[in-house]
């Protein structure tokens, strides 16, 4: 029958946006993020699906990929759903050890800032991911305060510069919550460096009290 889309029945819970797998090699975290970046101008990201994967199954698959799976690191790999209601696409017994270790603190957080995040208006910023660009999203609490989500892809540049939507220009403060690197603040714009390509960072806005 016609499914009913993004647009409708959004009582009946989130959407499952992809079926993206590894086993046919048709996954890569970059997409996933590009999906959500693009759906989030129109939908709150809440009300979509988005999976992430164990990023070392099929690798071999990915031989010689700058932007495999694998040379994303778990963390960065849930950072890039984490706005959404994130689903775990794979068979968690064979997941890594090193999985766990490298995910569970950003999980942790999330679950903590979860239910203030998800109140907040989301907005797409920086330049739509194509697996070289800056990136990201800004989340809008309406007061003056809110969160940054950055990811820097395959880019050269260990900095970039985003215009704050909304209340956020009144932001005076930032707090990193996850990821490597620091966010300074100035004139309605954040200024952010994360250190290594594919990497990210998830930081807490306040304003001035």
């Not at 647009?7 to 590894?22: H, I, K, Q």
């Not at 990201?45 to 992430?52: A, K, L, N, Y």
């Not at 919550?177 to 930081?203: K, M, Q, S």
Request: charged share 20%; net charge negative.
């Amino acid at each position: 029958q016609t499914r009913p889309g993004y647009f409708a029945l959004g009582e009946a819970g989130p959407v499952f946006v992809e079926n993206r797998y590894t086993d046919f090699h048709r996954y890569w975290p970059h997409h996933t993020l590009r999906a959500l970046w693009k759906l989030s101008r129109w939908l709150d990201p809440v009300g979509v699906r988005m999976e992430f994967l164990n990023n070392q199954r099929h690798a071999d698959l990915y031989a010689g990929d700058p932007l495999a799976p694998a040379q994303w690191s778990p963390a960065a790999i849930f950072a890039t759903v984490m706005l959404s209601s994130p689903l775990a696409w794979a068979e968690l017994q064979n997941l890594p050890e090193s999985y766990f270790a490298q995910a569970a603190e950003l999980i942790r957080t999330w679950r903590e800032h979860r239910e203030r995040l998800f109140a907040c208006s989301v907005h797409p910023i920086g330049c739509e991911p194509d697996g070289a660009s800056w990136t990201g999203f800004a989340a809008d609490a309406g007061d003056g305060a809110g969160y940054l989500l950055v990811f820097r892809e395959l880019s050269d540049r260990p900095e970039a510069s985003f215009d704050l939507p909304g209340r956020l220009v009144e932001a005076a403060k930032a707090e990193v919550l996850g990821g490597d690197g620091e966010v300074r603040l100035a004139d309605g714009a954040a200024r952010v460096h994360i250190p290594e390509p594919l990497g990210y960072l998830f930081t807490r806005l306040a304003g001035a009290r």
